[in-house]
């Protein structure tokens, strides 16, 4: 008697779950565990969800635009990118940088469409496009400090302090480099401006950031920071986009290489007049 209570219960639950998702599954989209993959709901609706941060020069609101039409260098990227797949763009979630893989996980957004450097716990936790465009983050101090000037031997003391993102590249570099120096080490959830207020208001002496980050700030904060004189960039730093699962990875990988091939990505540098550099293309002449 029991195992017949076990056997009418196991097909209750099947007939439950098949008749939940027959609907999806006889539209054509393809069931996995319970779960229809983000990539034949992208495919089959046509429209990206996309999470982004609101951080200069990637994603933001034009204010002379009344801070009503977005801009940045990650929105025209995107929506070159819908041309090429033929999706639609749907700016669904503002989130952070401290919790870009959360909205995956409750199926809010397909993408994180805000570039971002890949670390450890980005490689193993997200499925990452390939790089797009890189950068050379810079170290800065305020302008009236020149203790650093072609003087890298000085930043690694521990009377220095360096601001830094936790679990970032920035606190990444830091320990590999500058082991001595002490880390002011701020949450991912951290906003632009305070962050880079930190070295300021001499909470920290350097801040670790990129250069056309560095624009917007530098624009409303006119003779605060200054780049340390005499030194390169830090290191160079792949941008990335995360998405929901391997499959719409590799489409849209594919779509990025046209870009770059096309001469797309050169054309997006140049608008904003950025210091970053586009792979090269696939096709030369």
Not at 9 to 27: D, N, Q, R, T, W
Not at 62 to 79: I, S, V, W
Not at 156 to 174: E, F, L, R, T, Y
Request: include cysteine; proline fraction near 5%.
């Amino acid at each position: 008697m029991r195992q017949l209570v076990i056997v009418l219960f196991i097909l209750a639950i099947g007939i439950f779950v098949g008749e939940k998702y027959a609907p999806l599954a006889g539209k054509g989209l393809v069931v996995q565990s319970g779960k229809v993959s983000a990539y034949d709901t992208v495919r089959k609706t046509g429209v990206l969800r996309c999470g982004y941060v609101n951080w200069k020069p990637y994603y933001y609101l034009d204010m002379e635009n009344g801070g009503k039409q977005a801009a940045g260098l990650n929105y025209d990227l995107m929506n070159e990118l819908a041309k090429v797949t033929g999706l639609k763009i749907e700016w669904t979630e503002e989130i952070n940088w401290g919790n870009v893989g959360e909205g995956f996980k409750t199926n809010r957004y397909d993408a994180v469409c805000t570039s971002v450097w890949p670390d450890a716990a980005k490689i193993t936790n997200l499925n990452l496009s390939r790089p797009f465009f890189y950068s050379g983050p810079r170290l800065f101090v305020r302008v009236d400090d020149a203790r650093f000037d072609n003087n890298p031997e000085r930043m690694n003391q521990p009377d220095v302090k360096v601001a830094v993102i936790d679990g970032a590249a920035s606190m990444s570099w830091v320990k590999e480099n500058l082991p001595k120096a002490q880390l002011v080490a701020l949450p991912q959830m951290v906003q632009e401006s305070e962050y880079l207020m930190t070295t300021t208001t001499k909470k920290a002496d350097i801040v670790f950031y990129d250069l056309d980050e560095m624009t917007g700030f530098a624009k409303a904060n006119p003779n605060q920071l200054r780049l340390i004189e005499g030194l390169p960039p830090t290191n160079i730093l792949p941008h990335v986009l995360a998405f929901a699962d391997p499959q719409l990875t590799a489409m849209m990988n594919n779509a990025l290489q046209m870009l770059i091939d096309n001469g797309v990505m050169d054309k997006i540098k140049a608008k904003y007049g950025t210091h970053y550099f586009v792979p090269a293309r696939g096709l030369k002449e």
